[in-house]
């Protein structure tokens, strides 16, 4: 494994990536650990600077930073974002040269990914969906989930940049695969962390010692990984944003859509995604997503 203080190797292929936020940062750094030359461009310029003392290069345009990479990877919040920095004169398909593979990392509609590939097509680029799941603990230490909407074969040549990020990585089918299982993967998480909340308000108004219950609870078939993730945060009520909350309110109307379109019943789904509305609405949706226990106490009676 290289070190932070290494020399990226030339045999590696040269990386472009756009957006360094919580995900990001972490993300590309790891990238930098494993020998690739990463050249990155985001809004906020101290991004940039722990870019480049990790080691990478900053660039001052998507543009600069896009012209001579052969993978491109993109890690910004939504569908609005991922268009803006794709397409027009200054994006990543008008500067990107032809062949280079544009991995977006972003969790967006399926159909948006879709619409990429399309135009990616066009000015002679690949294009994977490979949203991830993990949140910052799971980027920091690379052992996110990887789920890989695309080509068989641009799903090979990527995975070796991957397997740097990740530590399950799937092809789950083609363009927009990616997204629609993350859409799942959200759903899932919302409900898991809404039935988390909901089970720590009770065993504190039993007057049961939480933490013994959480250990117990973790150990059998109530454990999960959000548990496991998010026990500290309902223990100590830190709500610092791993995920925050208006990122899961944009992924559950991304999967309350899409399951409308296909015709799927999501009847728990729609009222967890009413209740991080409802959070959101609140005042907090800066916060990470197990705040959704502070929605649970208020309409149990406690302040929050």
């Not at 990238?31 to 990155?40: E, I």
């Not at 996110?144 to 799937?170: C, H, R, W």
């Not at 959480?214 to 150990?219: S, T």
Request: hydrophobic fraction near 45%; charge should be negative; charged fraction near 20%.
């Amino acid at each position: 494994m290289s070190t932070l203080a290494d020399s990226p190797r030339t045999d590696r292929p040269a990386i472009a990536w756009i957006g360094l936020g919580i995900m990001g940062s972490p993300m590309s750094e790891n990238l930098l650990k494993a020998g690739y030359q990463v050249t990155g461009f985001t809004l906020e310029q101290d991004k940039l600077d722990r870019l480049t003392a990790a080691g990478g290069t900053a660039a001052s345009s998507i543009a600069e930073a896009v012209k001579d990479a052969d993978v491109v990877i993109t890690m910004v919040p939504a569908s609005p974002q991922v268009e803006a920095i794709a397409y027009g004169e200054n994006g990543i398909l008008e500067n990107a040269r032809p062949g280079a593979l544009l991995i977006d990392m972003s969790s967006i509609t399926p159909q948006t990914s879709v619409d990429l590939a399309k135009a990616a097509a066009q000015k002679g680029m690949r294009v994977l969906d490979a949203p991830v799941s993990g949140g910052e603990a799971g980027a920091i230490e690379a052992v996110l989930s990887i789920m890989v909407g695309g080509e068989q074969a641009d799903f090979d040549g990527a995975l070796p940049i991957l397997e740097a990020l990740g530590k399950t990585i799937v092809l789950c089918g083609p363009h927009g695969s990616g997204q629609t299982v993350k859409a799942a993967n959200q759903l899932i998480v919302a409900v898991n962390i809404q039935a988390c909340a909901e089970a720590v308000v009770f065993l504190e108004k039993s007057g049961v010692n939480l933490q013994a219950a959480l250990d117990v609870l973790n150990g059998g078939l109530a454990g999960s990984t959000v548990l496991t993730r998010k026990k500290d945060n309902f223990l100590n009520r830190d709500f610092k944003p791993g995920f925050r909350i208006d990122l899961h309110h944009k992924d559950m109307g991304i999967v309350t859509d899409a399951a409308r379109n296909v015709g799927a019943a999501l009847p728990v789904g729609a009222v967890v995604a009413q209740l991080v509305a409802s959070l959101r609405a609140q005042g907090d949706g800066g916060l990470d997503h197990s705040a959704l226990l502070r929605a649970v106490e208020r309409l149990s009676g406690r302040q929050a």
